[in-house]
């Protein structure tokens, strides 16, 4: 049984310790502020149970989920309890832990990244510096300050700590205001209310201990919010960074398949942008066993002289048979191995395998120069590929003089489950960046809108590759952006270029 904190928000923002307890438990009881991309970490098997509390109905009392946890763990699972933020940092962990005790249960806690120091830090605001604060103190803004019996001494916060970090609720920040006012702090002192810290979709409100209760209630910020008062609040214009990043507000859709998602989708979210994923394709494994066989004798028989690797699916595919076969890399005996780009050539290196030749250029096209320079003539080739892939490099390995064998893998389909929040969102506008990064990806889409591509004539388009975007064209569309280097790096690389020339600076 683990206390895990999740984090304030951002999914990295969880602990490799975390991450761990996730990755093992049967049972993961999660609430609503820890972020639910997090669930991912654990395997498919695992039960996920939700217990938050909506803002407007509880949906399990507290010592309901404390005699949850007690009943799970006593079924002998491993179970993760994800809090967000900090376990220990308000939120009732400290509750939770007793209850274990008191039980017997044996527990440990992984504390986590608490969203009092985190959403200031996104907003730019450090709650301590050497020159403007030696303390800060994490109060809950929960209570009514006014009433006799609070068990927070407003007189002595509001001048014997230098920054003050209110969590849970800004219902209550006028009278809290007004409360540090009248013991003594500044009226003018600075003050800033980060609403959904961390995330795509942050909000910050900044303004004075007099006034930021009405700017906050006027910018709309709810729930959940931290708010900082004190002088390092001031910060923030110099030290923003968050929302000032080159693709800050910019809302991605991501169409690779689930599996590959995470890496393009992680590298747009460091850039600053919101990462919304529609997988357009699945890999469905598709393989004659006769085929496979053969295949695999030739490499060990050293009847070719060349593997070759057009994608990572056909890598994880290829040296899974050989697994089955009770086999591994050294079937490949003295075959010389070439890889389309370094997404292959990474797929290759997990597996143990170094690629001979990995193209300048990404691309079918690539591989036939790269190939150009060396004697094919007479060579046995091996093709394990996808079942609708391009002919352009066959053609051309044969042209070369050498003998191809095509070894069909998979094939990739429109899937089945389409991700219906994805397809949503984009039917509706609030997509701004499309990214494509095979040109089935863009066919796939179009056969998931139904042919109508009118919402994808509202955002702008980026395609990782010529050929790619020429499958843009095809579909009666303009690509905007095509990526120079054909990897998920230069895709970005290439938005951000981009969002410097196409969009307005930050406000
Ligand atoms: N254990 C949590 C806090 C739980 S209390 C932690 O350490 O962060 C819930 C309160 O935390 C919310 O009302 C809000 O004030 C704050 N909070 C949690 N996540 C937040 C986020 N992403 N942005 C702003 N405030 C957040």
Redesign the pocket.
């Known amino acids: 049984m683990s206390l895990v ?1 999740a ?3 951002d999914p990295e923002l969880i602990t490799v310790g975390g991450a761990a307890r996730l990755a093992e438990a049967d049972v993961v009881v999660y609430d609503r ?1 820890a972020n639910p991309r997090l669930l991912a970490l654990a395997p498919a098997t695992a039960e996920m149970v939700y217990v938050g509390k909506m803002p407007d109905r509880h949906t399990l009392r507290q010592e309901e989920i404390n005699a949850l946890l007690v009943e799970c763990a006593r079924e002998g699972k491993r179970v993760v309890r994800l ?9 009732r ?1 400290g509750e939770e832990a007793e209850a274990l005790v008191a039980a017997q249960v044996p527990f440990d806690v992984v504390p ?5 120091i ?2 200031p830090a996104w907003a730019g605001i450090p709650v301590t510096h050497r020159a403007l604060s030696s303390s800060f103190a994490v109060v ?3 209570e009514d300050p006014t009433k006799d019996d609070s068990s927070i001494d407003w007189a002595k916060l509001a001048t014997g700590v230098d920054t003050l970090v ?4 800004t219902a209550r920040l006028a009278e809290i205001a007004q409360q540090l006012v009248e013991h003594g702090r500044a009226a003018s002192t600075p003050a800033a209310v ?6 795509p979709r ?1 909000r910050v409100a900044a303004g004075r201990l007099q006034d930021i209760a009405s700017v906050a209630r006027d910018a709309g910020i709810g ?5 900082v008062v004190g002088e390092v609040a001031a910060l923030r214009p110099e030290l923003r960074w968050s929302d000032t990043r080159p693709l800050s507000g910019a809302r991605v859709l991501v169409t690779r398949t689930r599996q590959q998602a995470s890496d393009l989708s992680r590298a747009l979210a460091r850039e600053g942008a919101e990462a919304v994923e529609l997988p357009t394709i699945e890999i469905i494994a598709q393989a004659d066993p006769a085929e496979v066989e053969a295949a695999i004798a030739g490499l060990r028989t050293s009847a070719y002289g060349w593997c070759v690797f057009t994608s990572a699916n056909a890598v994880g595919l290829f040296c899974g048979h050989l697994r089955d076969a009770a086999l591994d890399a050294r079937a490949f005996g003295r075959a010389q191995i070439a890889a389309i780009g370094p997404g292959t050539a990474d797929a290759l290196a997990r597996e143990g395998l170094r690629a001979d030749v990995v193209p300048e250029r990404f691309i079918a096209e690539g591989l036939i120069e790269a190939f150009g320079a060396r004697v094919m003539r007479g060579q046995r080739v091996l093709l394990p590929r996808a079942a609708d892939a391009r002919e352009a490099l066959v053609g051309a390995l044969f042209g070369m003089g050498a003998g191809v064998d095509e070894l069909t893998l998979y094939r990739s389909a429109v899937p089945r489950d389409a991700d219906a929040e994805g397809l949503r969102r984009l039917r509706v506008g609030e997509i701004d960046i499309a990214t494509f990064a095979s040109s089935s990806s863009v066919r796939n889409l179009v056969e998931m809108l139904e042919g109508d591509v009118a919402p994808l004539r509202r955002l702008r388009i980026a395609a990782i590759g010529p050929v790619t975007a020429q499958a843009v064209r095809d579909a009666g569309l303009e690509p905007a952006v095509v990526a120079a280097t054909h990897t998920v790096a230069g895709l970005v690389a290439a938005l951000v270029a981009d969002a410097a020339t196409s969009r307005p600076p930050a406000p």
């Open positions: 904190g984090g304030p928000g502020l809090k967000g933020g900090d376990p220990f940092v308000f939120g962990g986590g990244v608490t969203s009092a985190a959403a809950t803004g929960h209110l969590l849970m609720g980060i609403e959904w810290g961390t995330l942050q729930s959940p919010a931290v708010t």
